[in-house]
């Protein structure tokens, strides 16, 4: 049995066949509509979302199959003080996947390992979101037909913005990718993805604060959000908030064949009149959030029922003396977890923790 936690837990070649199933799904919806018929997908929203969860939803009816859940933590369990893994035991009796959104980095990754059923991240607090990334790449692959030989342009929040960071991850794998980090410094990239991919990997990128000057170059410009929710001080967000705001005059310095992505919600960093842009691929990129999901649903369900055994983490190798430090891990609330870390730069010396990947 499968979860998806990190993007990292699939390979190149399984994203791809996912996008493939995802297009499949696209063009003939009625093979489809009986793949899940009597199995049942949990959602699990401890934190707010309109789209991730409604294309959830969407994906697992239109399989054929039923949906149960919550949408507010306040009407959880966890309100009573249960933990993640309580939880994710529960929900494994009512359910035959469960998809998961936490506040709480790291939040899925213990969910995945108590689960007895596979486990999806819907996001975990400024770190990972997975599905928007198989949404993201399914969308770039449609808009411009092709992965690879690109430079892509993200724009934004990339310090609390989880899309961008399972993006850089999925992304650094195709051929010719460039990457164009475009942030204030306060939001620059965190280290867990400078040091952890494109500084080990030899990822060619660069850092710049100004969107204009980017523009010409981009084949892919991934506008963010800047995250208010995750900020420690509402004078920074206020400082920052309108940073970036794509409007057609930059759209004019950009390449004729490109495309414009955003996981939305958008706030105020695309302009309206950007929207009917032939560039401008945000809303096409929510139809291709359900495809994908549809797809990956498939293939999570197609593994347990073929494995149904929950594969175990050997813990063998992680550090039980360093302690996380980062205040939004899910184990600084819940008492019972060990702190564990795991090498992930051994020339550095560099130990993360195991579940938001923060240095200790
Ligand atoms: C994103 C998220 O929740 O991280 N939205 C989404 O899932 N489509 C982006 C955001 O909230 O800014």
Redesign the pocket.
Known sequence: MRSLISILDFSAEEINELVNTARDIADHPESYREKCCHKKLATAFF??????RLSFEAAMLELGGSVLGFSDANSSSAAKGESMADTAKVLSCYADILAI?HPREGAPYVAANNATVPVIN??DGGHN?P??TL?DILTISREMGRLENLTIGLCG?LKH???VHSLVEAMARYEGVKFVLISPPELKIPGFIRFNVLERDGIPYEEVSSLDEAMPKLDVLYM??I?RERFDCVETYERLKDTYILNVEKMAHAKKQMCVLH???RVNEISVAVDSDPRAAYFRQ?LN?KYVRMALILKLLGEAERNPVRQTIDISGYLRDRTCTNPKCICQVEQELPHLAKLTDPRANIYRCIYCEHKV
């Open positions: 934190e707010p979302s309109t789209r991730t959104r819907a996001g979101h599905t928007q949404t929040d913005g989880r899309t963010t959000r995250q996981p939305l919600p929510v959030g």
